[in-house]
């Protein structure tokens, strides 16, 4: 069972940056594929982001691509969401995932953090 605990949200004026952490507790941390979801209020949760476990190759949404960059320290068992250009839009709760799939519907990934709150202010 893997336990996933985000961290770093809060809130931030339009164009500013935040930086994301999760730490995962698996000792077997390296071979899953992680990922950033969100989800704001009276809307589904959403694909942010993907890093593979193996090529450590990445994947965005359209809305966040060239803005967020998702990275991972294995050695640390950590997994980091770098946001920046923010926009009001962005508002949500962050989540932190994990999975031994490559799908990125949230069904997908069977574990979850608590989530992190991020406000982004016009």
């Given at each position: 069972q893997v336990q996933l605990v985000e961290s770093g949200g809060g809130l931030v004026q339009a164009g500013g940056s935040l930086k994301l952490s999760c730490a995962a507790s698996e000792r077997t941390f390296s071979t899953y594929?992680?990922?950033?979801?969100?989800?704001?209020?009276?809307?589904?949760?959403?694909?942010?982001?993907?890093?593979?476990?193996?090529?450590?190759?990445?994947?965005?949404?359209?809305?966040?691509?060239?803005?967020?960059?998702?990275?991972?320290?294995?050695?640390?068992?950590?997994?980091?969401?770098?946001?920046?250009?923010?926009?009001?839009?962005?508002?949500?709760?962050y989540y932190c995932a994990a999975t031994h799939s490559f799908a990125v519907e949230p069904g997908s990934w069977p574990y979850w953090g608590q989530g992190t709150q991020v406000i982004v202010s016009s």
């Open positions: 594929n992680m990922g950033w979801f969100r989800q704001a209020p009276g809307k589904e949760r959403e694909f942010v982001a993907r890093i593979k476990w193996s090529t450590s190759s990445t994947y965005y949404a359209d809305s966040v691509k060239g803005r967020f960059t998702i990275s991972r320290d294995n050695a640390k068992n950590t997994v980091y969401l770098q946001m920046t250009s923010l926009k009001p839009e962005d508002t949500a709760a």
